[in-house]
């Protein structure tokens, strides 16, 4: 409990700016509210959330509202950047100083990496990155963990394979930074040349002690996965139509391919998925993409209430009672 006490007020900016305790206790929140979600839909009441979306999102946005108003919380926002102030010219730390006006808690999408810091350097409430560029996505590190754990029972001793756009693919870049201060992680990471990952993400595998392999043939490694890792060709950090159009194939995972991997073996996929995963997969119960997207509104609710400060709602209503006397 008192790891989630320490989350109030702060900003989720990167993996890595909680602890594993703290993400530990998130986790372990979530699970509660998914048991009883009853018990939580008053915990956020009076509360509001901005969703300031300066780039397209379904799963993000949507997760985080409906996480708020299933917590009894409202929420304000944008969903794109010409519908704010941001097409006159407005800087995002004049918009997200006003936003913390008007809400307890920001969450932020942008194109530009750095921006969510930036937005966090000038807001008096807790800021959420919900995808800087092609940086990070952490909130789809606590989604994809959470699954993980739920899935696997453990978040060590893994061999992840991660496939497809390596190089833009900021829930990528987030995973690995999350997942490489784990025991015993083995990283295969499968990915036409010209979308290889980052330098600095092998540094962060290396960094942590763990083991990675590079290859561009999903064939030769599926069967050696315990957790498949699928990402879609991240079209709009192309600079070139022509470079998308001859990349954006590269892996197709489809029945077939299913049929060489363990038995054990999970598929993820942060969504939207484009080519890269056949319709064929979705009845195999090894594919848990859209279980994955539920985890994803549980694990937002209970870090809604970790920025927030929101406790267990037993503590809740025994404080309203001595209030009243
Ligand atoms: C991802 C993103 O926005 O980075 N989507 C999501 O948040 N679930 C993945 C993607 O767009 O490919």
Same mark, same amino acid.
């Given at each position: ?7 109030? @007020? ?16 998130? &986790?372990?929140?979530?699970? *509660? ?6 018990? +939580?839909?008053?915990?956020? *009441? ?6 300031? !979306? !300066?780039? %397209? ?6 997760? !985080?509202?409906?996480?708020? #108003? ?7 926002? !944008? ?20 936003? @913390?006006? +008007? ?10 990496? @750095? ?15 919900? @995808?800087? /560029? ?10 994809? $963990? ?21 190089? &833009? ?25 010209? $979308?290889?990952? %980052? ?18 043939? =999903? ?9 498949? +890792? ?7 950090? &192309? &600079? ?12 197709? #995972?489809?029945?077939?391919? =299913? ?8 598929? =993820?996929?942060? $969504? ?16 848990? +993409? ?5 985890? /994803? ?29």
């Amino acid at each position: 409990m008192d790891e989630l006490k320490a989350l109030t @007020g702060r900003n989720l900016l990167e993996p890595g700016d909680f602890s594993e305790a703290e993400m530990d206790a998130l &986790f372990d929140l979530a699970d *509660r509210i998914q048991q009883a979600p009853e018990r +939580y839909a008053g915990a956020a *009441r009076g509360r509001v959330l901005a969703a300031l !979306f !300066f780039e %397209p999102s379904t799963r993000t946005r949507l997760s !985080f509202e409906t996480a708020m #108003l299933r917590l009894g919380g409202q929420t304000v926002g !944008f969903s794109e950047a010409q519908s704010s102030s941001a097409a006159k010219g407005e800087s995002i730390a004049d918009t997200v100083r006003t936003v @913390g006006c +008007y809400s307890d808690i920001t969450v932020i999408r942008h194109p530009k990496e @750095g921006s969510c810091r930036v937005a966090a350097m000038h807001s008096d409430v807790p800021v959420v990155n919900a @995808g800087d /560029g092609g940086h990070h996505h952490p909130t789809q590190t606590l989604t994809d $963990l959470l699954t993980i754990r739920r899935e696997k029972g453990r978040i060590d001793r893994l061999r992840v394979g991660l496939c497809g756009d390596l190089k &833009f693919g900021r829930t990528v870049h987030s995973l690995i930074k999350a997942l490489s201060v784990h025991e015993g992680i083995e990283f295969v990471l499968i990915s036409p040349e010209e $979308l290889r990952a %980052p330098a600095y993400v092998i540094r962060m595998i290396e960094a942590g002690g763990c083991v990675c392999t590079e290859t561009r043939s =999903m064939s030769d490694v599926i069967g050696s996965l315990d957790i498949l +890792y699928m990402t879609r060709v991240q079209k709009e950090r &192309f &600079f070139n139509e022509e470079d998308y159009i001859r990349l954006k194939d590269s892996y197709i #995972l489809d029945g077939q391919k =299913m049929g060489q991997a363990q038995e054990g073996m999970i598929v =993820m996929h942060p $969504l939207p998925r484009v080519n890269e995963i056949a319709s064929e997969v979705d009845a195999d119960p090894r594919a848990v +993409y859209f279980k994955q997207a539920r985890n /994803g509104m549980y694990v937002r609710m209970a870090l809604i209430m970790g920025l927030l400060g929101i406790g267990e709602p037993e503590a809740l209503d025994r404080q309203m009672q001595e209030a009243r006397g």
